[in-house]
């Protein structure tokens, strides 16, 4: 692994759910958690090829097959490496192509589209031409106009942290004093768990009907999500009760034997 960036490999053909890539540290689409896949599978299956392959931060293919001249004209790929690949309890040949389109893990959107319901979103993805940084959208409930989000091509993004249940960011977002940003992160997006800790004026929103966006206020600053389920904090809040619970009831003989003496 040679590349610095943070980017992931998608799968094709045969090797689709091979998961090898992990024992090298290398992100692939195939690595999500079960619950995450089902919803990429559900997108995947109405969304143009070439479009996901941007939404989902891919910059390398790999396929146990070689790629056409026109199959690589079309889908913008180039090849960079073949070799052997352990898959099923042997080593196959397998080639390796990077996608020319890649769009970064995360980026500030320059322009942010409403939409009225997710068949909506669905009909502008399927636009083979969907530019990720200005046609990419939220539903109008999060919707507060092209007036009030800001794009700065100088604001910068710098990841601090990226695990699975917690990412930091730190970002210097260029604007208006009174204006807000729009960060899209290539991860998928799920309504519950995710909370921003400490950064006053942020809001998680979907982005494109399926990856985490972030409303973010002006200036720099050190956004932090963490992933915290909700049946592991109130596991937390009873296992506190309990104990306390119990502390007072071990307490209790000594105070009650106490005050007979006194």
Do not use: C
């Not at 307490?251 to 009650?256: D, G, R, S, T």
């Amino acid at each position: 692994k040679e590349d610095t960036e943070k980017f992931r490999v998608l799968p094709i053909g045969e090797l689709r759910g091979n998961n090898r890539l992990v024992a090298f540290n290398i992100e692939s689409t195939d690595g999500y958690h079960p619950a995450k896949l089902a919803i990429f599978e559900n997108f995947i299956s109405k969304v143009e090829l070439k479009t996901m392959l941007k939404l989902m931060n891919v910059k390398y293919l790999l396929s146990a097959n070689q790629l056409s001249n026109e199959q690589l004209q079309m889908m913008s790929l180039v090849r960079v490496e073949s070799g052997k690949y352990y898959h099923n309890f042997r080593y196959i040949d397998a080639y390796l192509y990077k996608y020319l389109d890649f769009e970064p893990r995360v980026q500030f959107l320059s322009q942010v589209n409403s939409i009225k319901s997710k068949d909506h979103g669905y009909e502008l993805l399927a636009d083979p031409n969907f530019k990720v940084k200005t046609n990419s959208f939220i539903n109008k409930e999060y919707y507060i106009g092209d007036d009030l989000f800001s794009y700065n091509v100088d604001s910068k993004i710098i990841i601090e942290k990226w695990s699975p249940n917690e990412i930091i960011i730190e970002y210097d977002a260029i604007g208006p004093f009174n204006k807000n940003h729009l960060l899209l992160l290539s991860e998928v997006f799920v309504p519950f768990g995710w909370q921003i800790d400490g950064l006053e004026g942020a809001k998680i929103v979907e982005v494109n009907n399926f990856l985490r966006g972030v409303i973010v206020p002006n200036g720099n600053h050190r956004l932090s999500m963490k992933f915290i389920p909700s049946d592991i904090k109130y596991g937390s809040m009873i296992t506190y009760i309990s104990s306390f619970i119990i502390i007072l009831l071990l307490l209790f003989p000594m105070i009650k034997r106490r005050n007979e003496r006194i």
